[in-house]
């Protein structure tokens, strides 16, 4: 993989995630009515994991969805009271090891410069940690000044209340067990060339536009051009958990008109789960404005 490709990739899955690598004549719009046998009405909104606060937005439309939804369901549960305890404990690294052990004295010396420079804090403050934390922190300061915001913890907070019940299509360990299957050393290589590149900014502004415009089809352009030579790190990190998704969207929706709020990402493409949802046999149908 291309290291520009690894750049935007790690912006994507941590910023962004815009839609799947496959063409679609999709409609401009990020959110859709999903409707068939055996469910209630339910709606699907692909969301922006961070924006800056002066772009964030809940239009009529999605407003309306989710005021009409009995239920909440995000990738995970972020309303678990336990979920930031479990988070801390997968992260974390095995006794007696540690972040520095996987890096050179270059590339601990370049990220430490860094995360001093951007958050005040260096390397050693993230070395009982696996490299997703530092992948986390370097993707969200690679993307210009604050302040910004979450539309997934906004929906929690409108969740609770409206007194409406929220759960995960996945729990915590489904997440970080994605980011397992590339060596440390592979991961740590990315921190330092996100750290060189020039253009991670550049790159989250071109895909925030699209986000705005909710223009599907350019947003797939946009990760074609960047992603098309990694089939098989989207495999993991978007279709394998899109078709795991289908069938736990179909049981919460059986008794339940249900909000579902995904990135972006795994809206759209063949293996998305619009087409996913298609294929099982329900009418998707986008909202426009």
Known sequence: MRKLNQIAFVIVVFIVTTFSIAAQNNPKSILWKIEGDNIKTSYLFGTIHRI???????KDKVQKAFESSEKVVLEIDMDDPNYYAE??????????????????????????????????????????????MLMSVLAMTSIGDGPFESYEMSL???????NKEVSGLENVADQINVFE???????????????????????????LQYYLAEDVDEMYNFMDDYMHDDAEGMKRFLD????????KMEAYSKDNTVFYAVGG??????????NLLKKAGYTVTPILD
């Open 52 to 58: 800056p606060k002066k772009d964030f937005i809940l």
């Open 87 to 132: 988070f801390m404990k997968l992260i974390a690294l095995k006794e007696g090891e540690s972040l520095k052990s996987y890096m050179s004295d270059v590339e601990f010396k370049t990220l430490d410069t860094y995360l001093k420079e951007k958050t005040g804090v260096g390397v050693n403050n993230y070395n009982r940690f696996k490299p997703m």
């Open 156 to 162: 929690v907070n409108m969740a609770k209340a409206a």
């Open 181 to 207: 299957k590339d060596p440390y050393e592979e991961q740590i290589d990315t921190l330092v060339e996100m750290v060189d590149n020039g253009n991670n900014e550049m790159l989250y502004n071109q895909l």
């Open 240 to 247: 394998d958990r899109n078709t795991k998704w289908i069938p």
């Open 265 to 274: 990402a795994h809206l759209g493409g063949d293996k998305g789960v619009i």
